[in-house]
């Protein structure tokens, strides 16, 4: 297992249209993040799953955004009637819930920009 | 609101010991963690814990509302972002980032 990845890399989309991002985390890791990240910032978390469940999501999640992880293992997110607002870097994060603190693996994210 | 503080620059001599401070207003957050972050790639953990630690060179520090992390040995290869981030046992936040100059 080479960690977390997500795909694509890079997408440039014009304002208006829908994009969507995949994460495939760590295979033996429960829970799955979504953060984003504008330039300057820290990422900030938009959602998480235990599983297939959807355990909270951030007020930064609009209507237009949404987060599947239907099996509980790769997750997606869609961003419908993209804004330039959205251009950002999407990443995605996997740990295993165990007793303790549970550490957080990133994947490299996904730049969006919006045109 | 949950907040993380870190400063936005700091600046180290190689061979130096480099310290990065962090505090926040995180409710029920009782843990640090310390990310190390190299433009496109993956932000990757140093250290973390509700109590001082340590993972080779780096150093954490440790108070309920408050971190710092220590790096030995500053290197120009350590110049990078480092995100202080706060949580409890699920969602986390994280600070804006110190980016760490390193002055050969």
């Known amino acids: 297992d080479t960690g977390v990845s997500q795909d694509p890399r890079h997408k440039i989309t014009k304002r208006g249209q829908n994009v969507t991002f995949r994460c495939d985390p760590i295979?033996?890791?429960?829970?799955l993040y979504w953060y984003r990240q504008t330039l300057g910032q820290g990422p900030e978390f938009l959602t998480y799953?235990?599983?297939?469940?959807?355990?909270?999501k951030s007020r930064l999640l609009s209507d237009r955004f949404s987060a599947e992880r239907p099996k509980g293992s790769f997750s997606t997110l869609e961003i419908q009637r993209t804004e330039q607002g959205d251009s950002a870097m999407y990443l995605c994060?996997?740990?295993?819930?165990?007793?303790?603190?549970?550490?957080?693996?990133f994947g490299p994210g996904t730049r969006l920009t919006v045109l | 609101k949950d907040q993380v503080f870190q400063p936005s620059t700091v600046a180290s001599s190689e061979g130096a010991v480099v310290e990065i401070f962090c505090n926040h207003s995180?409710?029920?957050?009782?843990?640090f963690f310390w990310y190390l972050h190299f433009p496109g790639c993956a932000p990757r953990l140093l250290v973390k814990?509700?109590?001082?630690?340590q993972q080779g060179r780096y150093n954490m520090t440790y108070e309920r509302f408050s971190s710092s992390l220590l790096i030995l040995q500053v290197r120009e290869a350590d110049a990078a972002v480092y995100y202080c981030?706060?949580?409890?046992?699920?969602?986390?936040?994280f600070g804006t980032g110190t980016k760490l100059q390193v002055i050969p």
């Open positions: 995180v409710s029920n957050a009782y843990n």
């Open positions: 295979s033996e890791h429960n829970r």
């Open positions: 814990g509700s109590k001082p630690s």
């Open positions: 799953f235990q599983n297939e469940a959807q355990l909270e």
């Open positions: 981030v706060c949580g409890g046992y699920q969602k986390v936040t």
């Open positions: 994060a996997s740990s295993y819930k165990g007793t303790g603190v549970d550490e957080q693996f």
